[in-house]
């Protein structure tokens, strides 16, 4: 098999300082681990419409179709707000996503036992959390059809149509199961089968692809809105959540405030397999390109770097190799190592982006 390829997309505001030290962290594994990859660098958001006057070149977008994983870090900032909508910093993170048809949105919430006082939870609550939620992102409410604001009589109507199709709900469900079989091996499916059409048919989807193809793993289904109780009452009751688009959004980042800092949350944006069996795969930090803190060496870089070792484990089946970089990260936050985001208002002194990243390659 040829030498799998990463393209790198460092974005705008903190984006490229927190990539620098995932490059760190992949040169690590090339020279130690021995893992080559085929590393390309290109631009996205206000960096490439500074170069191209667009928010992503169709050069770009090729390269991103072809590679077999891309890393992102974040578009946008105060510079970029004056500019047409159609070419916002923004644009070129939608149109990746929309053109590589990235259905599966993956965020895990993980609680490292360092960071359990962070969490607006108790301790025991969330120390040790590990679930992941995977939220359907291309279709749902957020696009069906019709849409609007009309007029009725005297009154104005604003209208969005829940819509799924089997199809939909079956590629993302099988994404669901095919990620529970490399962790615990269990599904919760959420929606609102008791008052949503759209639920019905997601639970029966659900139910069938489970049956046919997925019957090794465990599955469970839940009304959403208990769900969400479920999740701020006792989290590690679940393994993988699979659930729609703008359920997933509400819960995922609900489970993300569990779990403490915006600098600590990877996500991985998943597609259909390409030749080579690989899914087309984005990664990316959660939080965005913090204009506040960009250009001071202050931004925490873990949640870039878990989104690498999220790469590691889904687009290069290098398991043992992700499980090695969580643990290194674990490790610095077990040795007090803070950035800045990470700390109360105790007077320690927090730590430099390349210094968190120099102690997570320490640590490896
Ligand atoms: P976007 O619209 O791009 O999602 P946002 O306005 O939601 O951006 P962020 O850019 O994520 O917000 O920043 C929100 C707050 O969190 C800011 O105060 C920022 O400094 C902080 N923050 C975000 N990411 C990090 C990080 N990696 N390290 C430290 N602080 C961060
Ligand atoms: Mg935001």
Redesign the pocket.
């Known amino acids: 098999m040829s030498t799998p390829s990463i393209l790198i997309l460092p974005g705008d505001?903190?984006g490229p300082e927190?990539m620098a030290e995932v490059v760190k962290v992949i040169d690590w594994f090339g020279e130690k681990r021995d893992l080559k990859f085929d590393v390309s660098h290109d631009l996205v958001g206000g960096a490439a419409y500074d170069k191209h006057g667009t928010p992503l070149a169709d050069e770009t977008m090729e390269k991103a179709q072809k590679a077999d994983a891309v890393l992102l870090g974040?578009?946008?900032g105060p510079k970029y707000d004056v500019l047409d909508f159609s070419v916002k910093p923004e644009r070129g993170l939608l149109r990746l996503r929309k053109e590589m048809d990235l259905f599966s949105n993956l965020r895990p919430a993980q609680c490292f036992d360092a960071l359990a006082d962070f969490s607006s939870l108790k301790k025991d609550v969330v120390a040790g959390l590990d679930i992941m939620i995977v939220r359907e992102l291309t279709s749902g409410i957020y696009f069906g059809e019709p849409r609007g604001i009309i007029k009725e009589g005297n009154e104005r109507v604003g209208i969005n149509t829940q819509r799924y199709t089997e199809s939909e709900i079956a590629r993302v469900a099988r994404s669901a199961f095919e990620l529970a079989r490399k962790r615990g091996n269990k599904v919760c499916s959420m929606e609102k089968a008791n008052v949503m059409e759209s639920g019905i048919l997601w639970r029966d989807v659900v139910t069938e692809i489970h049956q046919a193809e997925y019957a090794d793993v465990e599955l469970s289904h839940m009304y959403a809105d208990a769900g969400a109780m479920q999740l701020c009452r006792w989290p590690k009751q679940f393994d993988v959540i699979v659930t729609d688009n703008l359920f997933g959004d509400l819960l995922s980042d609900a489970a993300a405030m569990l779990t403490g800092?915006?600098?600590m949350l990877p996500s991985a944006s998943l597609g259909a397999p390409m030749d080579n069996g690989r899914p087309k795969a984005l990664y990316e930090?959660v939080?965005?390109?913090?204009?506040?803190?960009a250009g001071q060496g202050?931004?925490?870089?873990i949640?870039c770097i878990l989104s690498f070792a999220m790469a590691l484990r889904y687009s290069f089946d290098l398991g043992d190799d992700a499980t090695r970089l969580e643990k290194a990260v674990e490790k610095v936050l077990a040795d007090g190592v803070r950035?800045?985001?990470l700390l109360g208002e105790d007077g320690a002194t927090p730590v430099s982006t390349s210094e968190m990243g120099d102690k997570i390659i320490e640590a490896l």
């Open positions: 505001g903190i927190v974040a578009v946008g800092s915006l600098g930090p939080h965005g390109s913090a204009p506040d803190i202050k931004a925490n870089p949640a950035t800045a985001d």
